[in-house]
């Protein structure tokens, strides 16, 4: 089943303590993107990779770390996560420039205390 | 960044009936594509839309992407109880080497029993 998967699904965390969100892709999509949700904000870009080892800015990318050295994974960092990125997170990937949009993971909800 | 202004933030209906929302831009827009997200899921997409004017249909749900690239339009006709979630704009810019897609705040659909 084509998909991708976030793992893990829920996390709670203490401010500073560095902490991995992964991602992977089986459709050999060559773009993928990270989002966090917010109530009344929607879904904001953090980071997005054209292919691997290509990456850029989204439009909050503060205190974010991406990596994609496989074209299957790419893998979210928090190198010291506080509060205000307790967030729902989603990771995305599409195979497809112009936009027939991304196909998302089923999302990981990090609270940081 | 680019801001898409999404209405109605929230709808109430009773089953049956027809619902509209909008999505607006600052910016033209090349591709508008409409997503839904159920409760603990990640968004899923509807319809795509390419060209200016463009009415594009997937079932009860109809969408447009508007004349002058800066709005577009979802309706879904005789609503049942699995509508009901977050509805999410989103669209894809004309610069060469942006993969940004911008997403509207959403609209969360309740069907009313």
């Known amino acids: 089943e084509a998909q991708v998967t976030q793992n893990p699904r829920y996390l709670i965390t203490v401010t500073g303590k560095k902490l991995t969100v992964t991602c992977s892709q089986n459709?050999?999509?060559?773009?993928m993107s990270w989002y966090r949700q917010d109530p009344g904000l929607g879904l904001r870009q953090i980071y997005y990779?054209?292919?691997?080892?290509?990456?850029d800015k989204g439009d909050v990318p503060e205190g974010y770390k991406v990596s994609r050295k496989e074209k299957r994974n790419f893998p979210l960092i928090l190198e010291s996560p506080s509060p205000n990125q307790t967030s729902l997170y989603f990771c995305a990937s599409s195979w497809d420039r112009e936009g027939y949009g991304y196909t998302f993971g089923s999302g990981t909800r990090l609270t940081v205390v | 960044g680019q801001q898409l202004n999404q209405s109605p933030q929230s709808m109430f209906i009773q089953e049956g009936e027809d619902v509209s929302m909008n999505c607006t831009s600052s910016?033209?827009?090349?591709?508008w594509l409409w997503y839904k997200q159920d409760p603990g899921e990640g968004p899923v997409l509807l319809i795509a839309?390419?060209?200016?004017?463009e009415l594009t249909s997937n079932g009860r749900l109809t969408a447009q992407f508007g004349i002058t690239r800066k709005d577009s339009f979802l309706n879904i006709s005789a609503s049942i109880p699995s509508d009901v979630g977050i509805y999410f704009c989103a669209g894809h810019g004309s610069n060469f080497g942006n993969e940004k897609l911008t997403f509207g705040t959403g609209t969360r659909l309740t069907i009313i029993p």
């Open positions: 459709m050999n999509h060559e773009y």
């Open positions: 990779s054209m292919n691997v080892e290509a990456t």
């Open positions: 910016s033209i827009f090349n591709t």
């Open positions: 839309l390419y060209k200016a004017g």
